[in-house]
T-cell receptor, first 113, second 112 residues
Framework: ETGVTQSPTHLIKTRGQQVTLRCSSQ?????VSWYQQALGQGPQFIFQ???????GRGNFPPRFSGLQFPNYSSELNVNALELDDSALYLC????????????FGPGTRLLVL | KQEVTQIPAALSVPEGENLVLNCSFT??????LQWFRQDPGKGLTSLLL?????REQTSGRLNASLDKSSGRSTLYIAASQPGDSATYLC???????????FGQGTRLTINP
């Protein structure tokens, strides 16, 4: 157990809809990162939040957005869902710092029909 | 652009064997390298973290090495067990944001 939780565990949406995924970080962690993992692939970095500000972004369009709250919980929002957005979405929490490890949650499996 | 490659993509061995998983990366300017385990449909479990200044890390039957200059890491699993069956991912940490760049993983099956 990493102490990182995500909800929901599974979700089915249709193309064009919007979705919000949630993550609760490990206690005391001030940094959260989100990753997308397509079937059979390694996770890809979407973005990171540090103290409620975006602190780096991968190669994902603006329809992927996020929020981090003062209690270090966070959200990933995806607008105008596309079929290719079907994936496992993982959040990872950590302390800021180059030597810190990231602790991953169990993920949310999103299926877009 | 940092690229991470894992070979082989899949591996099947009998129980009790020692085995090595390989990971290579194209840019040696990394902060650290981490090995993860992923069970089907599940999240990632961190196995070992090697800082850029270190050469290896050990945890139980697992030993990971890092050769930054050649862009290579290996994960050695001793006396494999059926419970070791999973996908193993390596990831390098880049500067700036705590961005991890992952390989595609090696799917390991240990046969009883």
């Amino acid at each position: 157990e990493t102490g990182v939780t995500q909800s929901p565990t599974h979700l089915i949406k249709t193309r064009g809809q919007q979705v919000t995924l949630r993550c609760s970080s490990q206690s005391g962690h001030n940094t959260v990162s989100w990753y997308q993992q397509a079937l059979g692939q390694g996770p890809q970095f979407i973005f990171q939040y540090y103290r409620e500000e975006e602190n780096g972004r991968g190669n994902f369009p603006p329809r992927f957005s996020g929020l981090q709250f003062p209690n270090y919980s966070s959200e990933l929002n995806v607008n105008a869902l596309e079929l290719d957005d079907s994936a496992l979405y993982l959040c990872a929490s950590s302390q800021q710092g180059r030597r810190e490890t990231q602790y991953f949650g169990p993920g949310t499996r999103l299926l877009v029909l | 652009k940092q690229e991470v490659t894992q070979i082989p993509a899949a591996l099947s061995v009998p129980e009790g064997e020692n085995l090595v998983l390989n990971c290579s990366f194209t840019d040696s300017a990394i902060y650290n390298l981490q090995w993860f385990r992923q069970d089907p449909g599940k999240g990632l479990t961190s196995l070992l973290l090697i800082q850029s200044s270190q050469r290896e890390q050990t945890s139980g039957r697992l030993n990971a090495s890092l050769d930054k200059s050649s862009g290579r890491s290996t994960l050695y699993i001793a006396a494999s067990q059926p419970g070791d069956s999973a996908t193993y991912l390596c990831a390098v940490r880049l500067g700036g944001a705590q961005k991890l760049v992952f390989g595609q993983g090696t799917r390991l099956t240990i046969n009883p």
